[in-house]
């Protein structure tokens, strides 16, 4: 077997879609998640974009005049999301493992359909805030989830793709939201008396409810708590069955002492130092728009439709980045590249007297900061999948931490009073960004070459997943990620 972070194969050059060893069986089931779940989660996170990036489109609509936001009222309305979407998390900290998936997504997400919809009547900034933070608690619970649901199907070289599919909803909802905004005000400004922007709050709400009444029929869950309206037994024993020869634990309660190893993992805080690496080496999302409403050159429609832009080739981004790390080089060097693309355009952005083209460039490319995420995430969950309790801890702590980051160095580093120069806050950006880079490598290096047991927490969960899907000692699967039992040091190949 050739040496590969990616697809197990062969030949180090022949891109597969399915591993060697997957039986016949196997890949109609593979197949099948693939056309139900993948689907699903790219329509629910396109819905889920929509909703959050409306803001930025609605205030450069006429939100921002009417209702007199000329401080920095935006940045502030973004963070009241953040805080919500924090503090809605901590619940879930310890509930994943104990409750269905198929249920608790599709609750959520008709929620924050409901909390997007009345965000049309705001007359006041309270009023508006109250709605963002409602927004992002009924939120807090998808991202981690999704992950855990890829994560309790997919094994570690079938992530990154599915993950990346599924990612791809983020820069086609924000790319939805400026050609919505720019509908709504030139077709429906003034009916029944509503601005436009209120009326794309109202539209977003119409596709956002039935998207998660639909999901209840449509995620399957976990595995051990699978969805009976689209999984039969039979499926159930072929997941069980190749799950089980990876070393993919697929059962498992989170209880107070899981929490005390995880806590005292090494590389437990190494993870965590990399998502708010990640959470921070991007641009404010609002900055594009912005930059064009300084030109004076276009009015709000105009506005809007050149907003989707960046996201229109964050698709791409996405898609290249995911692929590629599954089918070409592995998470550290997807990560290493994407980082890379994203460290250019910030770089770019924080020379700033630079030609108009090269700033069209720059904001263009926002799109790789976000495009690794199913990349590192994906990773997190190969790392962790002999433990489902902690898989569903760490996913959703780290994520809790590197959100609640984004809530303080947000307000300090792009107040909108500074839009569109931003000159702390490109920098910063840059500075995460290249910083990620190397957290990414340390994190790799430091699975492949731990060596001292007493430094491993004492519960069962894998080192990696090695370059041929597995790392093997004496033919069988090791996978011994926070574990202190003594075992012969394996040079696994994440990157």
């Not at 935006?74 to 963070?79: A, E, G, P, S, V």
């Not at 720019?182 to 998207?211: E, F, H, K, Q």
């Not at 609002?286 to 429609?301: E, H, M, P, Q, V």
């Not at 720059?362 to 995420?373: R, T």
Request: net charge positive; aromatic share 14%; glycine share 10%.
């Amino acid at each position: 077997m050739a040496s590969h972070a990616g697809v197990p194969r062969q030949k180090w050059w022949k891109i597969q879609w399915f591993a060697a060893d997957d039986t016949h069986e196997e890949r109609k089931f593979i197949t099948k998640l693939d056309l139900i779940l993948v689907p699903y989660l790219f329509v629910s996170y396109w819905v889920k974009n929509l909703d959050q990036n409306n803001l930025n489109n609605a205030y450069v609509a006429g939100m921002k005049e009417e209702l007199g936001f000329y401080g920095n009222e935006l940045i502030q309305l973004q963070t009241m999301y953040i805080i919500g979407a924090v503090v809605g998390q901590i619940p879930f900290l310890f509930i994943f493992t104990y409750i269905p998936m198929y249920w608790l997504v599709p609750g959520m997400d008709i929620l924050w359909g409901v909390c997007t919809l009345l965000q049309y009547r705001a007359n006041s900034f309270a009023e508006m805030a109250a709605y963002r933070f409602l927004v992002g608690w009924f939120e807090a619970a998808y991202f981690p989830a999704c992950h855990y649901i890829l994560g309790s199907w997919y094994r570690g070289h079938e992530i990154g793709r599915r993950g990346g599919m599924w990612y791809a909803g983020l820069p086609l909802g924000t790319l939805t939201a400026g050609l919505v905004q720019a509908g709504a005000t030139r077709t429906l400004d003034g009916v029944n008396g509503l601005s436009g922007w209120r009326w794309m709050y109202i539209i977003c709400a119409i596709i956002t409810i039935p998207v998660g009444i639909v999901g209840y029929f449509i995620i399957p869950g976990t595995i051990d708590r699978p969805n009976p309206y689209i999984l039969s037994e039979h499926d159930l024993n072929i997941a069980r069955s190749r799950l089980d020869r990876n070393g993919h634990k697929m059962q498992g309660k989170l209880r107070l002492h899981h929490v005390k190893s995880i806590m005292s993992s090494k590389h437990f805080w190494i993870v965590v130092m990399v998502d708010v690496l990640f959470w921070n080496s991007g641009i404010n999302s609002g900055a594009f728009l912005l930059w064009l409403k300084s030109l004076n050159r276009y009015d709000s429609a105009t506005l809007n439709e050149y907003g989707v832009i960046p996201p229109a080739m964050g698709i791409f981004f996405t898609l290249f980045a995911n692929f590629s790390s599954d089918l070409l080089w592995g998470p550290v060097w997807g990560i290493t590249f994407a980082s890379g693309m994203n460290s250019l355009t910030n770089l770019i952005l924080t020379i700033w007297n630079v030609p108009e083209g090269a700033k069209w460039f720059a904001y263009c490319n926002f799109g790789w900061s976000y495009a690794l995420s199913s990349v590192l995430h994906g990773w997190v969950n190969n790392i962790l999948r002999d433990s489902p309790e902690m898989r569903s801890f760490t996913l959703v702590f780290i994520n809790i931490m590197a959100q609640s980051s984004t809530a303080w160095t947000n307000i300090l580093t792009f107040p909108t009073k500074e839009a569109p120069r931003f000159p702390k806050g490109y920098a910063f950006s840059l500075s995460m960004s290249t910083s990620l880079i190397v957290g990414a490598h340390v994190l790799n290096f430091y699975l492949k070459h731990r060596k001292e047991s007493k430094e491993i927490p004492e519960v069962a969960t894998p080192i990696s997943e090695g370059v041929g899907g597995e790392n093997r000692v004496g033919g069988q699967g090791v996978s011994k990620g926070f574990d202190n039992t003594k075992v012969t040091p394996v040079s696994s190949s994440l990157g």
